[in-house]
């Protein structure tokens, strides 16, 4: 059984920084393609923030240029996302997801990915 636990959220000032964690489990991870998602306060839809796909292909969001990275060990199974210079607007419960499906699309969709962690908040205060 596939399972992600996301952790490393919590409450920061703007400008602040934090590193989130994905741990994943059941699976063999360099099989998948992998991704972080995030779903704003009152926000129906998550948004697209980084995948990493087939032969290491990788996608990011123009709001995360300059302020966010993306890192894997796959032999920990576990991927990271630093956040650097937050923002309140950046205030979102996080999300890690794979999938073992091809990422054929920009923006990747959440529909592209199968199994998803339960999330991490982050709060960031003004």
């Known amino acids: 059984e596939v399972q992600l636990q996301a952790s490393g959220g919590g409450l920061v000032q703007t400008g602040g920084s934090l590193r989130l964690s994905c741990e994943a489990s059941g699976f063999t991870f360099d099989d998948y393609n992998i991704g972080w998602f995030r779903q704003a306060p009152g926000k129906e839809r998550e948004e697209f923030l980084f995948?990493?796909?087939?032969?290491?292909?990788?996608w990011h969001a123009d709001v995360v240029e300059g302020r966010f990275t993306f890192s894997t060990d796959n032999a920990k199974k576990t991927m990271w996302l630093q956040l650097n210079s937050l923002e309140p607007e950046d205030t979102a419960v996080y999300y890690c997801?794979?999938?073992?499906?091809?990422?054929?699309?920009?923006?990747?969709?959440?529909?592209?990915?199968?199994?998803w962690g339960r999330g991490t908040l982050v709060t960031v205060s003004s």
């Open positions: 997801a794979v999938t073992t499906r091809p990422i054929t699309t920009y923006p990747p969709r959440v529909t592209d990915f199968d199994s």
């Open positions: 995948a990493k796909g087939t032969y290491n292909a990788t």
